[in-house]
């Protein structure tokens, strides 16, 4: 079955660092890869996206590569913000078109980011 | 852009009662939603897939009985937790798809309910 995972934190960093939150997973197929972002009390939202080999997706200063080599779709930022801080979940659907069931998540890294 | 709302965002009942979820998708219309389970530093487990006018279905090792899943319009899902127990506090968070944006564009969740059975 599908299965994703992802670097347990918390992760603690200082303002302006650089931000890597690995993510591998397992899926048959060609998955589509999500990166999605909860701040304190609201719900997920779409960070970014990939839905094929070798594609980034990015936004927000975040980015990240379908390495399907690997197996990987690492989250990455230059310089992180406070306003950063929150809990990213890396995630996958396989469904033909990555979008027609639900999604399996990875357990969550919840980050921290110090003034 | 999508909207998901749901109600209540915390809820807290006494063990035996059964607690009712709202997931309205607030500015499309949603014929599929989908339903998770997280415990405390746990994944987003999906529980079932919701689809408008029919049955929904299932994951393996989910008690159908325990939570009923009715998606009786084009808008609305609702997550009934019956009979509930300790056990079943947890974070439920449903999400949705707006059929309008193509498939790869990602699902809107709603902000969650945390249940709490005493």
């Known amino acids: 079955g599908n299965s994703v995972t992802q670097m347990e934190g918390p992760v603690t960093l200082s303002e302006e660092a650089f931000l890597t939150i690995n993510c591998t997973y397992t899926a048959t197929g060609y998955p589509s890869l999500f990166w999605y972002v909860q701040y304190p009390g609201e719900g997920l939202q779409l960070l970014l996206k990939?839905?094929?080999?070798?594609d980034k997706g990015s936004n927000k200063g975040f980015e990240a590569t379908y390495r399907k080599e690997t197996t990987s779709f690492h989250l990455e930022k230059g310089s992180v913000q406070v306003s950063d801080s929150a809990v990213y979940f890396c995630?996958?659907?396989?469904?033909?078109?990555?979008?027609?069931?639900?999604?399996?998540f990875g357990k969550g890294t919840h980050l921290i980011i110090q003034p | 852009g999508a909207v998901v709302s749901q109600h209540p965002s915390r809820v807290i009942c006494k063990s035996g009662t059964s607690v009712k979820i709202e997931c309205r998708s607030l500015d499309f219309q949603a014929t599929t939603m989908f339903w998770y389970r997280q415990f405390p530093k746990q994944s987003l487990m999906l529980m079932a897939t919701s689809n408008e006018g029919s049955k929904a279905t299932y994951e393996q090792g989910v008690e159908k009985d325990k939570f009923l899943i009715n998606h009786a319009s084009l808008t609305l899902s609702t997550l009934t937790v019956t009979s509930a127990h300790p056990e079943d506090s947890s974070f439920y968070i449903c999400s949705a798809r707006d059929p309008n944006k193509g498939y790869n564009y990602g699902y809107t969740f709603g902000s969650g309910t945390r249940l709490t059975v005493v």
């Open positions: 995630a996958l659907s396989s469904a033909p078109g990555g979008g027609a069931d639900g999604l399996t």
């Open positions: 990939a839905t094929k080999a070798d």
